[in-house]
């Protein structure tokens, strides 16, 4: 805890501990762990002067933040009208398979992969559409998801070593 500490300290000293910056200071906390736990949220409540329940409110009002732990590889797949009417649905389905994953279940037990449903990605014309952290994926077959799920376990095993 004391090293996340260390770079919570340093955002935070980036916003000036400053309790109107109290978006972007979990927005960066959350691009560095992935997620915000309950521990962070009570020490950045602590850190700017307001009360937990404060900060917690904002990170449990806005779709945009987790209170789960997320992998490695957050995968979003789009169910908006134009990918589910393109058979997303199909996709969910092969993601879940491949990665031993569910609706309740949306994280790999390595910590590795995050499957999610979104609404929207803005991309009705590359329906169905994957979003793999930053990299999007159109016009997917479940196929192609699982590929794109081998290509990164090996891209894992290459760096770590730690996957089978």
């Given at each position: 805890m004391e090293q996340k500490?260390?770079?919570v300290n340093r955002i935070l000293k980036k916003n000036n501990h400053d309790e109107s910056r109290l978006i972007p200071i979990l927005q960066?906390?959350?691009g560095e762990f992935k997620f915000l736990s309950k521990e962070l949220i009570?020490?950045?409540a602590t850190e700017i002067g307001v009360p937990p329940s404060q900060?917690?409110?904002v990170a449990t009002f806005y779709a945009h933040f987790s209170l789960k732990p997320k992998g490695k590889y957050i995968i979003k797949l789009c169910d908006g009208t134009a990918c589910h009417v393109k058979?997303?649905?199909?996709?969910?389905?092969?993601?879940?398979?491949?990665?031993?994953?569910?609706?309740?279940k949306s994280t790999s037990?390595?910590?590795?992969?995050?499957?999610?449903?979104?609404?929207?990605?803005?991309?009705?014309?590359?329906?169905?559409v994957m979003l793999v952290n930053e990299q999007v994926y159109g016009q997917v077959t479940p196929e192609q998801a699982e590929q794109i799920i081998d290509e990164l376990i090996e891209t894992e095993k290459t760096i770590k070593g730690t996957i089978k």
């Open positions: 500490k260390q770079i960066q906390i959350q009570s020490y950045v900060v917690y409110g058979k997303s649905h199909g996709i969910l389905e092969a993601l879940y398979k491949k990665l031993e994953l569910s609706e309740e037990d390595d910590m590795i992969f995050t499957v999610e449903t979104v609404s929207c990605l803005g991309a009705c014309g590359l329906a169905p």
